[in-house]
Nanobody, 123 residues
Framework: QVQLKESGGGLVAPGDSMRLSCQAV????????MGWFRQAPGKEREIVAA????????SYVDAAKGRFIISVDNAKGATYLQMNYLQPEDTAVYFC????????????????WGRGTQVTVSS
């Protein structure tokens, strides 16, 4: 059974950068598309970014455009989310997700979820 494990969360100041990592363990994801979601306190989980298995065709929620970059390293079975110019409203638990296609990810039709990593942006 494939599991997704996120790492890289923590506390940062507004304007700082952070990179989240997601590692597939216990198996391979093959040609799964990958995505990052987040859930802030009292809010529903929302998609942040999605990308096809080959790393192209990335899409982002408007709040992440120009600041976040999603990437994949299929050789390592890893997915990353580079987050720049972080703001307090980015504070949330961030989840890694895998699905057959990027469209599935954008529609929240997820095959595998990670358990999440907390990102807190505060001065």
């Amino acid at each position: 059974q494939v599991q997704l494990k996120e790492s890289g969360g923590g506390l940062v100041a507004p304007g700082d950068s952070m990179r989240l990592s997601c590692q597939a363990v216990g198996g391979t994801l093959g040609r799964s598309a990958m995505g990052w979601f987040r859930q802030a306190p009292g809010k529903e989980r929302e998609i942040v970014a999605a990308v096809a298995w080959h790393g192209s065709g990335a899409s982002y929620v408007d709040a992440a455009k120009g600041r976040f970059i999603i990437s994949v390293d299929n050789a390592k079975g890893a997915t990353y989310l580079q987050m720049n110019y972080l703001q307090p409203e980015d504070t949330a638990v961030y989840f890694c997700a895998a699905a057959p296609t990027a469209a599935n990810v954008r529609n929240s039709e997820i095959q595998y979820w990670g358990r999440g990593t907390q990102v807190t942006v505060s001065s």
